[in-house]
């Protein structure tokens, strides 16, 4: 039975740059018929990341061109293709088109481009299974050659992406140490497991140096800034290597100038974004895929905070500034609220 699909829908939609929960509104817009080549997919859940407020807010590295609709990444499903489509991808699961704002019910999207997800994994976690995921990916394997046994060190260990360092380190036979601001964070991070849980403090360092008996760690993932990028500079070995790919913490700190000369650290830089730009349609399908495998076997759990309908979007931004271990999503509809209880 073919689904009907509205004539109008719902968006998230920017006409001007400044605080989201000042400039977003909640617009009425018509939903488009897929041409030739295209699908038209009905949104069903997608997070809130700190990359769409900076989009938001201007201060992103590629911003959209205004109006804009909100929203980097997401799950939806196929609910009409235009000619030339195989209607077999009706009611796949796939991923949101970022290009077209993902914050609304419905987007087209080429079908040539689009990235199909597992069945029978819950849309919540289909919803986060990509950015953060993709990034913890990478960063664990584009940098650094890792040996099982080797030992990583990060700072923000309980964000969506230190979760996944720290389970997909599990996988790899690494021993993570995840650095975190407080004490509620420790017993759930090693429980996914990280090897150990500390305060990001100052003695942050001198507890490396005792765990791994004055060697340091091989690799450091600072998605902080400040003070803790110098902690996590610190920690590293000879030759270790420092990526920077968030900075929540934006203060000026003194250049690590004595860990660079005496200990030959590497400070570089990672922005997905730049990387999914260099990437070849089938290589970042394959990309996704590795991902996407553990998910789909239950290898990889992604933690999920709270739910909220497109309409009660600041709410949705509210509990986000609050301290919490999982992703707020934002959804479609109260139907899909009322199946996650």
């Not at 389970?167 to 601001?181: E, G, I, P």
Request: aromatic share 6%; charged share 25%; hydrophobic share 40%.
């Amino acid at each position: 039975m073919k689904k009907e699909i509205p004539s109008t829908q719902r968006a998230l939609q920017y006409l001007e740059h400044g605080k989201p929960e000042e400039v977003l509104s909640l617009v009425e817009i018509p939903v488009a018929s897929p041409g030739s080549g295209e699908v038209l997919i009905e949104m069903q859940a997608s997070p809130v990341h700190p990359s769409d407020f900076g989009l938001i807010q201007g201060s992103y590295g590629r911003l959209k061109s205004l109006p804009a609709i909100a929203g980097r990444e997401g799950v939806g499903t196929v609910v009409a293709v235009g000619q030339g489509v195989d209607e077999k991808v009706i009611g796949r699961p796939v991923s949101l088109a970022e290009e077209g704002g993902v914050w609304q019910e419905y987007q087209l999207a080429r079908a040539d481009d689009l990235i199909l997800f597992p069945a029978l994994v819950p849309f919540e976690q289909l919803a986060v299974s990509l950015v953060n995921p993709l990034t913890a990916w990478r960063l664990l394997n584009d940098f650094e050659y890792l040996n099982p046994g080797d030992i990583i060190i990060q700072n923000a260990g309980n964000s969506a992406v230190g979760q996944a360092v720290v389970q997909f380190a599990r996988k790899m036979d690494l021993r993570c140490l995840s650095l975190v601001r407080n004490q509620a964070s420790v017993e759930p991070l090693k429980a996914l497991g990280s090897t150990e849980v500390w305060t990001d403090d100052d003695e942050a360092p001198n507890r490396v140096k005792i765990f791994t008996e004055g060697k340091g760690c091989k690799l450091a993932l600072n998605s902080v800034g400040g003070q803790s990028a110098l902690r996590l500079a610190r920690s590293l070995g000879s030759g270790g290597v420092h990526v920077t790919f968030g900075a929540m913490d934006g203060s000026t700190v003194r250049f690590p100038t004595r860990n660079l000369i005496f200990d030959d650290i590497r400070m570089v830089g990672f922005w997905l974004d730049r990387w999914r730009r260099k990437q070849s349609p089938a290589g970042l399908r394959n990309a996704c895929e590795q991902v996407l495998q553990p998910l789909a076997m239950t290898d990889l759990k992604h933690s999920i905070d709270q739910c909220f309908d497109l309409a009660d979007f600041k709410r949705a931004f509210a509990r986000n500034a609050e301290p919490r271990m999982g992703k707020v999503l934002l959804v479609r509809d109260k139907a899909f609220l009322e199946s996650l209880g």
